[in-house]
């Protein structure tokens, strides 16, 4: 079972020249090719919305500056992974 999400991805379809490096460097596959031609017309890059781990390879491999940034997630607080069942709690 898939863990929360530790990143998120935000494309600038008016910056992306649909190139496809990031959709082909991503290791989980979170990245596709928009069906929708932008300004450019070519058919930009986005984030499906899940399983993202904030490696930031994408970001790397973008030849276009401003393109695509990434966010890496804080982790859940300590009681809720206790609570989800991720971490023991202390015995007291
Ligand atoms: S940060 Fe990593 S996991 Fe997230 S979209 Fe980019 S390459 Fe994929
Ligand atoms: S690598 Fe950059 S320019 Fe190429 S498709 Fe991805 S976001 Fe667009």
Redesign the pocket.
């Known amino acids: 079972m898939p863990g929360p999400a530790r ?1 998120n ?1 935000a494309i600038d379809l008016e910056e992306c020249k649909g190139c496809g490096l ?1 959709v082909e ?4 596959k ?2 596709e090719l928009a069906p929708e031609l932008n300004h450019y017309g070519v058919h930009g890059a986005r ?1 499906t919305g899940h ?9 790397y491999c973008c030849p276009e500056p401003g393109a695509l940034t ?1 966010y890496r997630l804080l982790p859940p607080p300590k009681a809720v992974v206790a609570a989800q069942g991720g971490e023991h709690a202390p015995a007291l």
Do not use: A
């Open positions: 990143g991805v990031c460097s991503c290791p989980p979170c990245l984030y399983d993202c781990t904030g490696c930031g390879i994408c970001f990434v």
